[in-house]
């Protein structure tokens, strides 16, 4: 481990706790800036049957769109609820800001937003190490503003999944006043 993007602190709690086990030692690859891509590609190739399922299952169609200048996945349920009204549900990825993407988490937003019966936003939020605090923050704000200005406050709701719930929680501002 002698990536320069983790502290010291860092290295030793990961060396002293996650890769004390032999057989973890030796098959734990920590992310750094010369391998991140191959275990980002190595990960979506992982997850793509189950995200291809969930699109065929769950959506009539997904596109990229841009919200608030955030590249996004807009997810169309299968099934529209027409009695929902004018509500969207603001779906955050997971995968410790390393990696992840809203396609990844195709099967859990895609089931969440036809389980609803509403339209779905998921940005592409950007990820560490070449996008450094805030800029995930900063995506998330910029979408939830947009979303605000559309569709107005009390009709989005904001669902996050792992690194994704932590940064739901500065996406409303309810939550963050001092």
């Known amino acids: ?22 057989p973890l030692r030796n098959s734990i690859e920590l992310p750094d800036s010369h ?10 190739e992982g997850y793509r049957v189950a995200f291809e399922s969930s699109r065929r299952q769950y959506t009539s169609s997904d596109q990229d769109i841009s ?5 996004c996945l807009e997810i169309n349920p299968r099934y529209r609820d027409q009695n929902r009204g004018n509500v969207v549900i603001f779906y955050l990825f997971g995968g410790g800001y390393i990696m992840g993407s809203p396609e990844e988490d195709l099967p859990i937003s895609a089931f969440v937003a036809n389980g ?25 704000f910029a979408v939830y503003v947009a979303l605000t200005r559309e569709y107005g406050h009390g009709q989005i709701l904001v669902v996050g999944e792992s690194a994704g719930g932590y940064l739901s929680s500065p996406a409303d501002p309810a939550c963050c006043l001092c």
């Open 35 to 44: 391998n991140i891509e191959r275990i980002r590609r190595e990960t979506r």
């Open 116 to 140: 609803l019966g509403v339209r779905t936003v998921c940005p592409y939020y950007r990820l560490s190490p070449e996008h450094v605090y805030p800029a995930a923050f900063n995506d998330v």
């Open 67 to 71: 919200v608030g200048g955030v590249p």
């Open 1 to 22: 481990m002698s990536d320069k993007s983790l502290s010291e602190a860092a290295r030793n709690f990961l060396q002293q706790n996650l890769l004390r086990n032999p």
